[in-house]
């Protein structure tokens, strides 16, 4: 700890000389090389710090100016070595205030009385006038606030979680804030009760309250233009801009809100992005989108999801007020005007068109369309399974994770395919397969949950999820088996064999994190027994099930396998082993030669509409491919046919070794 020295009485008379002034002067401490040039036209109250100034910052535009205080008022502050703040309107009290930090031209920053800076407070979410509320702090994640929210059948854990975060709050309760170092706060109006982490920059944002800005060197935060944010926290590398309003907020890690985006009781965790829009109790998952200025999210959950342009929701029927919610499924989509009126439930990976009031439950019946067609809702299975929008956005969310900072908050699963889906898919089968027994496979359509589905349509989402189980179980063999000599069928067995009996059951996904249910209710019984007594004894439970994925994944798939494919440990064979890899290389050309074929249409002659404006056929073929390239040459497409390759030459490898 840095030691403090009175100020010389030369040094207190260069002060008076220079406009400044104190009540009480042998309250003034400085650093022993503190020299008094730099401080000038400041007013001192209470106890006060000062470090050393001998640095000088190229501003923007290459003004040059020298470290100092000027034209301010201090108020119990310390002051790190450095530190340049000049223009103060009003006053800086009850602040700590880093090495090299820059503070311009600002309204007022101040502390008053005993606060959390964001940490306990309550959101809203889901329903808007409580009952699902989650209490906020710096190390939310996306899971613990999915189990506060979601498991409210468990009173006992939601209260003990509450106890545990409140203790975390206390432990972080001061009269006193803190600026980090290096941070950069310009053109700012009020902050109010909020702590700001290192290297974080703001600048014009207009009114900050009770708030935490979780900033660091490896992944700084920046707050923008006429940002109005209260109750709020902002993790490492989120950016908020552009005049956006929050109220009752967690922001997660590098997730981006800005061109008047308005946030109110609402979760955004990792990477997600909300531009123009609105959004009121909202669960965002991991890579929740919205882009448009008439997008309206409100009382849902959501992740890996991109809202179209006057996507809608209703969470109430004008009766008992504004208590509906509903759940999209991870990685949804929704068109352009689609609306659903809540209490709904739309299953992984599907899209949804048009206006839906019937209060669907889609969730057994993942990759489907869900789409309007005469007020009703029509129901089109594992469609998606075929889509090349699907593959792309599996492809895109791992390039598109922003995070910089080595401490991930949310443990996020990228995959496609997983125990979580292909469960719901061995369910599907046997929903579609009881829908045409009991109403006969001569019937023209099949009602589900509220929704159509055409006698076509079901027969296909048969093939396409048969299909996905043969792809995902077949891939979970090959993998497993691709470091195995595979000389004898007892060498195969051993290597087949799990590492663990853990992830044989139901699978579920906790906002992001895909975790077998038995080491989710592990955790939970953990925590109400008392076994688990601080909230940062979690965390390690979610990054240990994360770290572990692929081996609990095979557990759960070598038991799919051994019933789907009627084999056992004790009993399988070369052959069975290699009718299960040709009925995967099936599987994966089969689904590939569909995506191929979807992409095909655009690049189809009515996409080619508005291009070679004024020229001639040739015109608008030239001007289209300038703009999209080539069918054959586009790296997507490109992609898909090496993926047949490359799927083709690894099961005829293992094939070889086990011939």
Not at 84 to 101: R, S
Not at 244 to 256: I, Y
């Amino acid at each position: 700890m840095e030691k403090y020295r009175s100020l010389l009485p030369q040094e207190i008379e260069k002060l008076n000389q220079q406009g400044c002034s104190s009540r009480d002067w042998t309250a003034v401490k400085v650093h022993p090389e503190f020299h008094p040039e730099f401080i000038q036209h400041v007013r001192f109250s209470g106890e006060i710090r000062l470090g050393f100034f001998e640095k000088e910052y190229t501003l923007p535009g290459n003004f040059v100016q020298h470290s100092g205080i000027r034209n301010a008022t201090l108020h119990n502050c310390r002051i790190g070595n450095n530190a340049l703040i000049e223009n103060v309107q009003n006053y800086v009290a009850n602040y700590e205030i880093g090495e090299d930090v820059q503070i311009l031209n600002i309204q007022t920053m101040l502390v008053e009385g005993r606060t959390g800076f964001g940490n306990g407070v309550e959101v809203s979410v889901l329903n808007e006038t409580g009952g699902r509320e989650v209490t906020i702090y710096d190390e939310l994640s996306a899971h613990l606030a999915y189990i506060q929210s979601f498991y409210r059948h468990r009173p006992l854990l939601v209260q003990r979680i509450k106890e545990m975060i409140q203790a975390y709050v206390e432990s972080h309760t001061s009269d006193r804030g803190t600026v980090g170092k290096q941070v950069r706060i310009v053109n700012t109006g009020m902050i109010r009760n909020v702590r700001i982490g290192d290297f974080a920059v703001i600048e014009g944002a207009g009114m900050l309250e009770n708030g935490s800005i979780n900033s660091n060197a490896f992944d700084p935060v920046h707050v923008g233009q006429g940002v109005i944010a209260g109750d709020f926290i902002l993790s490492s590398g989120s950016h908020v801009e552009d005049g956006t309003m929050l109220k009752r907020c967690f922001v997660g890690q590098a997730c981006h809100l800005g061109h008047a985006y308005s946030a109110t009781d609402s979760l955004f965790f990792s990477n997600c992005q909300g531009e123009n829009g609105e959004a009121c109790a909202i669960f965002a998952g991991p890579y929740t989108v919205t882009h448009h200025k008439s997008t309206l999210l409100i009382a849902g959950m959501f992740s890996f999801m991109n809202a179209g342009s006057g996507s809608n929701q209703s969470n109430h029927m004008y009766k008992l007020g504004p208590i509906h919610q509903g759940v999209v499924e991870r990685g949804a989509k929704t068109t352009s005007d689609s609306y659903i009126l809540w209490p709904a439930k739309i299953g992984a990976f599907s899209l949804i068109m048009g206006r839906h009031y019937h209060h669907s439950d889609t969730s057994d019946l993942p990759f489907s369309y869900l789409i309007e067609k005469r007020d009703e809702s029509v129901l089109i299975p594992g469609i998606n399974l075929r889509s090349v929008g699907t593959i792309r956005d599996a492809q895109k969310f791992p390039k598109r994770d922003k995070r910089k900072d080595p401490h991930l908050l949310d443990q996020i699963n990228f995959n496609l395919l997983s125990p979580y889906t292909i469960q719901k898919m061995f369910r599907a089968i046997g929903i579609l397969k009881e829908l045409q027994q009991t109403c006969g496979e001569a019937s023209d359509t099949y009602t589900y949950q509220s929704c159509k589905i055409k006698s076509t349509s079901l027969k296909q989402g048969l093939q396409l999820y048969e299909l996905a189980i043969h792809k995902f179980l077949g891939n979970s063999i090959v993998s497993r088996l691709t470091n195995c000599p595979c000389r004898t069928e007892e060498e195969i067995r051993d290597c087949l064999r799990p590492d663990t009996e853990v992830g044989a059951s139901d699978w579920c996904d906790l906002a992001g994190l895909l975790a077998p249910r038995t080491e989710i209710d592990r955790l939970i019984g953990a925590i109400e027994s008392g076994t688990i007594r601080e909230v940062e004894a979690i965390q390690p439970v979610f990054e240990t099930l994360h770290r572990e994925y692929y081996s609990l994944e095979w557990t759960w798939a070598w038991e799919k396998i051994q019933s789907f494919y009627h084999t056992s440990l004790e009993t399988i064979t070369k052959e069975d082993i290699i009718r299960i890899v040709r009925q995967w290389k099936e599987a994966v050309v089969l689904l590939d030669r569909m995506i191929y074929e979807h992409t095909k249409k655009e690049f189809s002659l009515s996409s080619r509409i508005s291009f070679g404006v004024d020229g001639s056929r040739e015109d608008q073929i030239t001007d289209f491919e300038q703009v999209r390239g080539v069918f054959e040459k586009n790296s997507f497409v490109e992609s898909v046919l090496l993926h047949i390759r490359k799927k083709n030459t690894l099961g005829d490898e293992l094939i070889a070794r086990l011939g």
